[in-house]
């Protein structure tokens, strides 16, 4: 991790001294590494920046709002052309934004929101966890294809917003099929420990497993430690139990390349892409953005070469 | 009194509770009983309970020593993290299974020695001493894995964490070894009086001439080898080490587990069958819970009221369990009668 942030520091020194005074310079303010989709995302910004030319000022704030709305007054300071940030908290951004807005520099959200006013930040970009679960839940809709199908859930961390709105959205994929019963949900913490503790006791619940038709995971990491289950109960992962989850980390397409998953709805890393979009539209003629830009949830099957998938996911920092 | 019915006599509350515990859960599941045989493993809710429990098991041997020394060992959920991430570098880089248990077990021991040191050597107190491995332990474990969830290919290795051993899962198998030669170290050489000595009266001990001070390493130690051997079954287990979540608050679990078994937090006589027999209630709750098929809003509450009803129930001033023939309003009575050898 240190040594990722240091290439990213370097990566992004080297770009500063390489600058020309025409090109737009980026200031973007991440969390810190929390999480491997967290360090994906970063790389995925700093390709992006790259293959369109833009010198990214990247900070790391560890975590902390305080470190965060530092970087953010510097950037102010050197006149950037752009700030892209990902609040660490929801609160506490008005007078920062306040000052971005003096200096007329446009500020864009990444994956999470803030409670200010809206018209102190150009746009925010982010996935819709509702629209995550909606997905998964009409993937096995078509998949079962009218079989009577129950089906057993793992909750992500009771409470959290991914866990309330990934469960919400799933049943909503699933509200017109009467064929498709969730017969068992509980939590998984999103950890592969809990998903597969979890999944044993599901699997011993629901006859041996022989009862379960389908497995819905709000990460990909429980499925994971799910489907190590399922193989240790005697069954096939994929055909027995269908598996389907949320994320897209590199884990699951290895385990949809050997057919013991079926399918994953992508959280795509690449946040920036649509935000450069936005500026550069704004940028040019002044386009004002939609308010909340929606990255697609792309669901990838065992068809979609899953193989290749995990070839490009894999060095992302995940 | 024989030793057996010594033992028995120590070890009757945390069995009354175990039992109830079990007829609560069948309550729920009425087929909690039933074990299977499938592709050479036994299989049901009973084996799960002896599987799943192994991580809060062996912290319970190490941490039941340390608490009879009158310390505490908060690291020992970090200490998991850190040997679990070792091992699964140590595979990662080709070093073999034996070279990883090596790599791991000497994680645990250096973790075990450095509480050790700060608490005998430096005299700090142990809660203070063993919070700042808990703190930092994760930090280091992470840096081991890069941040991610470090995978890796190993059947030798995995065995420890999903094998069977004539059908029985390779951590029962491995919990139980443990508990059993570390009883039989303690209880049948003096080291199990001079570490209850310790932790009665630390001065009083070292001037009747115990060497304090490497018991009291030797007991941080053994502590930092349980959790090595949860770590590397937890890691085993899932084929992948977690940094950020293996052995997460498991410390509080395995505390729990030590005073369910009846143990003075203030040091002094300890049993470790009774402390590994709270582990076995806390994983027949945590089991139960997931087979009830309540939302999982309630699990915390659950487990919350159910140790609360169990520790009152073990209350000094109750001591239901404890004597469950004799009630408190009857021992009053009973208390005058004089032994019937004196009476003849």
């Known amino acids: 991790m240190m040594k990722r942030t240091l290439m990213a520091s370097v990566g992004a020194l080297s770009l500063c001294a390489a600058a020309a005074s025409a090109q737009t310079t980026v200031g973007f303010s991440q969390i810190g590494s929390e999480s491997g989709w967290r360090a994906a995302e970063t790389t995925v910004t700093m390709q992006e920046a790259e293959t369109r030319g833009i010198t990214l000022q990247f900070s790391d704030a560890q975590q902390r709002q305080e470190n965060q709305i530092a970087a953010l007054r510097s950037f102010i300071a050197q006149g950037v052309d752009a700030i892209l940030v990902s609040p660490v908290v929801a609160t506490g951004w008005d007078s920062v934004l306040e000052e971005a807005a003096e200096a007329e520099i446009p500020v864009v959200l990444l994956d999470r929101m803030v409670d200010s006013s809206p018209d102190l930040y150009l746009t925010a970009v982010g996935s819709d966890l509702v629209h995550e679960g909606r997905v998964a839940g009409e993937w096995l809709v078509e998949a079962v294809a009218g079989e009577p199908c129950r089906v057993v859930e793992l909750q992500g961390t009771t409470g959290s917003s991914p866990a309330i709105d990934r469960k919400a959205g799933f049943e909503e994929g699933i509200a017109g099929a009467d064929n498709i019963e969730i017969v068992r949900s509980q939590t998984g913490d999103f950890t592969r420990a809990q998903g597969k503790t979890v999944m044993e006791a599901f699997l011993q619940a629901e006859n041996g497993g022989a009862d379960i038709c389908a497995l819905y995971a709000h990460n990909d990491d429980m499925a994971v430690g799910a489907i190590q289950a399922i193989k240790e109960a005697g069954l096939v992962p994929g055909e027995d139990i269908l598996v389907v989850s949320i994320d897209a980390v590199p884990d699951i397409f290895q385990a949809l390349a050997a057919g013991e998953a079926n399918a994953t709805v992508e959280l795509t890393p690449n946040m920036a892409g649509p935000a450069f979009d936005a500026l550069a539209a704004y940028f040019a003629d002044g386009t004002m953005p939609e308010k909340f830009i929606q990255t697609e949830s792309r669901l990838f099957t065992q068809a979609d070469d899953p193989q290749g998938e995990y070839d490009r996911h894999k060095d992302l920092g995940y | 009194m024989t030793a057996a019915r010594k033992l028995l006599r120590r070890i009757a509350p945390q069995l009354i509770t175990l039992v109830a515990v079990i007829l609560l859960v069948s309550l729920y599941y009425p ?209 992948g080490a977690d940094a950020n979540n293996a052995g997460l608050w498991l410390e509080l679990d395995a505390i729990l587990a030590v005073v369910i078994g009846g143990n003075s937090p203030l040091g002094g006589r300890f049993s470790i069958v009774a402390s590994l027999l709270g582990a076995l209630i806390i994983q027949t709750i945590n089991t139960g819970i997931l087979l009830a098929g309540f939302p999982s809003e309630f699990n915390l509450v659950i487990k919350a009221v159910l140790v609360i009803v169990i520790l009152v129930l073990q209350s000094p001033r109750l001591m239901l369990l404890q004597d469950p023939v004799h009630l408190p309003f009857l021992r009053k009575r009973a208390a005058p009668t004089p032994p019937a050898e004196v009476r003849k």
């Open chain 2, 31 to 239: 087929d909690f009983y039933k074990v299977v045989l499938v592709n050479d493993r036994l299989v049901g809710i009973p084996i799960d309970v002896l599987k799943r429990c192994a991580p809060v098991a062996l912290l319970a041997i190490g941490m039941t020593l340390v608490i009879a020394t009158r310390g505490i060992d908060l690291s020992v959920g970090t200490v998991m993290a850190i040997c679990g991430a070792a091992a699964a570098w140590s595979i990662d880089q080709g070093y073999g299974l034996w070279g990883a248990l090596a790599i791991a077990g000497a994680a645990g021991l250096v973790c075990g020695v450095w509480n050790g040191i700060l608490v005998a050597v430096l005299g700090i107190q142990p809660i203070v001493a063993t919070l700042i491995l808990m703190v930092a332990g994760r930090g280091i474990a992470q840096l081991i894995t890069n941040g991610t969830i470090l995978t890796f290919d190993s059947d030798a290795f995995s065995y420890l964490g999903s094998g069977t051993l004539i059908g029985v899962p390779v951590p029962t198998v491995i919990w139980i070894l443990t508990g059993i030669a570390v009883g039989l170290l303690v209880r049948r050489t003096a080291l199990g009086l001079l570490i209850e000595a310790i932790g009665v009266n630390l001065r009083a001990s070292t001037l009747a001439g115990i060497n304090s001070k490497v018991l009291l390493i030797a007991v941080y130690v053994a502590s930092g080898l349980c959790a090595a051997m949860a770590g590397i079954i937890a890691t085993a287990d899932i084929r």
